[in-house]
């Protein structure tokens, strides 16, 4: 299994989720339906999926998950991101729900706004759960992206969201986090006992690596799960993982666009390489 499509700087479409290309009907999405490791469908996932127009242009190709950017600090408002699951859902679409954080831009101590972040508030973020958790088409709850295990109030984000998600969501749906392509197992191990879905990204033309590198990227953030006691598989609520891959779907202003061949390949490859 390998997830999202993920957006660039320039706003692009970017990532992929999966092995299995299903058929997904227009019809709401149903409990029945979830997607792994909730379920059993295989999740085929599109970063920035919009505009709703194109929404179901995507699923008669397979697709069945979807994420937009919009809510990184709550401004977006949860009635918005609401509406946005029951379109996913009326169009047979997961969601992957963003669960947001204050952004900090300010002092000398962020070096790289915006990902300088801070939790909410536990009773703030229980309300956001709480209004969400009825969409019966909840894919992974989607942490605040590229938190630094090495920075206390951006990890303090990772090891109580996550515990949040368990005690307010009634389903007890996934939670996942975009980890950034260049962690290796001793980085991702830091992120493996809070983290249900585990992501390696691999973005081998925008990073300038050759494509081989993916099944390295892959390898890795196996190892980091291993490393910190994990297993691979389903039962997430007893600590097995799912390592999900993100292939480039992208491209900067000064970059090509990656051949059909090319992504073919990085797709397969994290597959063969345990995805």
């Known amino acids: 299994m390998a997830p999202g499509t993920r957006r660039s700087a320039s706003g692009s479409l970017i990532a992929l989720l999966t092995v ?14 979830s997607v792994y490791p909730h379920g059993t469908a295989f999740p085929l996932q599109l970063y920035e999926l919009q ?24 401004g977006g408002g949860v009635d918005a991101l609401n509406q946005l699951m029951q379109l996913f859902s009326q169009n047979g679409i997961h969601g992957l729900p963003a669960l947001p954080a204050i952004i900090t831009v300010e002092g000398s101590a962020c070096t790289s706004p915006p990902h300088c972040r801070s939790e909410w508030r536990e009773a703030d973020l229980a309300d956001w759960i709480v209004a ?21 109030a951006e990890f303090a984000i990772v090891q109580n969201y996550s515990t949040w998600t368990r005690a307010y969501d009634p389903q007890l749906r996934p939670n996942y986090m975009y980890i950034p392509p260049h ?7 830091n992120y ?3 983290l249900d879905v585990v992501s390696a990204t691999a973005y081998a033309d ?18 980091g799960i291993n490393l910190d006691g994990a297993s691979i598989g389903a039962d997430y609520l007893n600590g097995q993982k799912t390592p999900i891959g993100i292939v480039q779907l ?8 990656p051949t059909p061949e090319q992504t073919y390949h990085d797709f397969w490859q994290l597959i063969a390489s345990g995805a």
């Open 20 to 33: 299995y290309l299903p058929t997904v009907s227009s019809a709401n999405v149903q409990t029945s339906d």
């Open 206 to 223: 925008h990073l300038g690596f050759p494509h081989a590198w993916v099944r390295w990227r892959m390898e890795e953030t196996i190892r």
């Open 51 to 74: 505009p709703d127009s194109e929404i179901p242009f995507v699923t008669p190709n397979g697709w069945n998950i979807g994420q937009r950017y919009g809510w990184a600090d709550g």
């Open 192 to 194: 493996v006992r809070y």
């Open 132 to 152: 969400l958790a009825p969409n019966t088409n909840v894919a992974y709850w989607d942490l605040p992206e590229e938190l630094r295990y090495f920075r206390p």
């Open 250 to 257: 992208f491209k900067l202003a000064d970059a090509v666009i």
């Open 183 to 189: 962690y290796t197992q001793e980085q991702v191990r």
